[in-house]
């Protein structure tokens, strides 16, 4: 069977626009809570990616009624329906266990099938278990394929996350939202994303205080009506555009950004030795003359995000001395690594740290393992001489939208052909 491949050829200066899209890790929980509102809800500034469309979907399994125009969705969920929701779509991305709240919270109960997503190693979803049951959910875990939740009613209660997790924050806060009383959750995740999430069900008349900080309070309330609501910028998409830029651009601008969520890559970037020019909604990335080895360690906002720690690598083979990436979220999300090597990277990995020495990289055959090892390898790529052929890329599709086309506007030779 044909399968798409992405094909770069290497060294050349990438110049010009980025207009980065909405956060594809809010989008992917905003869409799910569109079925807490009971009148249409807006939603705009949506990435045009795979996960989307698949989470659309569910929602019309629901016999909600939604019209995407470009980057806007409209949800009519006015004559929704409780229904078991589809195991192969259910598997195809993670954020759809966001279902489990949202469907708990408007119906007391839901049947949904396991989700699926990119293999980085062990995620449970155990602590977003822990706070259903807190909330006085039954959960039935006896199938291998589903999962049952049920609850007469929803009360409020104190959930203590036992590890810093945005899915479950944003889980829990789901199913609080209509919950009888007051919800707390403590030791919760910070993240821009768990942010924009209880900015749009405030908007809804959701009763939230405290996102952003380690401790969220919500007052149940029992109608939520409808909004339009606008995703914030997607803080990874822009810094994977920044690594790329930093890999072989000049003044590469890009836009739509949210500058103290980029601190803590910028941070790195001018540490390495990038030009980094920081302006109030944009950023301009040229390539330094020279790069500085670093030493960079992932860890929940406002650190370092594990998502980017797979984009910037490439960029490390290029210091003058050895640097490290030590990954505290995800100790196993190091796949791409072993592309690398094949690309002529010297890297040695060894408890959740990936030590690289500088090398210079070579066009190969590549296989994306996951999302953002698949943005990983486009930035190898665009820095060796030669071509570079990506396969899987259905993983970047994921997370990138028209990620081919931007950078042939930035002058990149990048194609895609069927093998």
């Known amino acids: 069977m044909a399968q798409e491949v992405i094909k770069i050829r290497g060294g050349q200066t990438l110049k010009g626009t980025v207009d980065i899209h ?14 807490l509102a009971e009148e249409p809800v ?15 979907s569910l929602l019309e399994d629901l016999n909600i009624k939604t019209e995407i125009d470009g980057t806007t969705l409209h949800v009519d969920p006015t004559e929704i329906k409780n229904a078991p929701l589809p195991n192969h779509k259910v598997q195809s991305l993670r954020a759809s266990y966001y279902m489990m709240g949202a469907m708990l919270s408007r119906f007391n109960k839901c049947v949904i ?8 190693g062990p995620r449970p979803i155990d602590q977003h278990i822990k706070g259903f049951k807190a909330l006085g959910a039954e959960v039935d875990e006896s199938s291998s394929t589903s ?22 924050t944003i889980n829990i806060m789901l199913a609080a939202v209509r919950a009888e009383g007051r919800t707390v ?3 919760a995740a910070k993240e821009p994303e768990v942010v924009d999430v ?5 908007s809804l008349g959701a009763n939230i205080k405290g996102a952003g900080t380690t401790s969220i309070k919500i007052e149940g309330t029992d109608h939520l009506h409808g909004t339009t609501h606008t995703v914030i910028p997607d803080r990874i998409e822009a810094g994977t555009y920044m690594c790329m830029a930093a890999a072989c651009g000049e003044d590469v601008r890009i836009n739509n950004i949210i500058p103290k969520h980029m601190e803590p890559l910028t941070v790195k970037l001018k540490e390495l030795g990038v030009n980094v020019d920081v302006q109030e909604d944009h950023a301009v990335i040229s390539k330094g003359d020279t790069y500085q080895s670093v030493d960079i360690k992932t860890a929940v906002y406002p650190g370092f995000a594990t998502d980017l720690q797979q984009p910037i690598t490439p960029l490390l083979t290029m210091c003058d001395g050895i640097s490290t990436v030590t990954d505290t979220i995800y100790p196993k999300r190091f796949k791409h690594v072993d592309e690398l090597e094949r690309m002529g990277a010297s890297i040695t990995t060894d408890d959740g740290t990936a030590t690289i020495k500088p090398s210079t990289l070579s066009g190969a055959e590549v296989y994306a393992s996951d999302l953002r090892a698949g943005a990983c390898l486009i930035v190898a790529g665009l820095l060796t001489q030669d071509v570079t052929t990506i396969y899987n890329v259905k993983h970047i599709y994921r997370g990138y939208t028209d990620i081919v086309k931007t950078l042939k506007s930035l002058g990149a030779d990048v194609w895609t052909e069927e093998v």
Request: charged share 15%.
């Open 198 to 202: 209880a900015n749009f069900l405030m």
């Open 185 to 187: 959750i403590e030791n």
């Open 113 to 120: 099938g396991l989700p699926g997503g990119c293999p980085l």
């Open 42 to 56: 807006t939603i705009e500034g949506l990435p045009q990616i795979s996960d989307i469309d698949t989470l659309v």
């Open 22 to 35: 909405g956060a594809k890790n809010s989008a992917v929980a905003i869409i799910p809570a569109t079925i």
């Open 147 to 168: 999962m049952k939740l049920e609850a007469e009613h929803l009360a409020g209660a104190e959930v203590y996350l036992d590890v810093v997790s945005v899915g479950a």
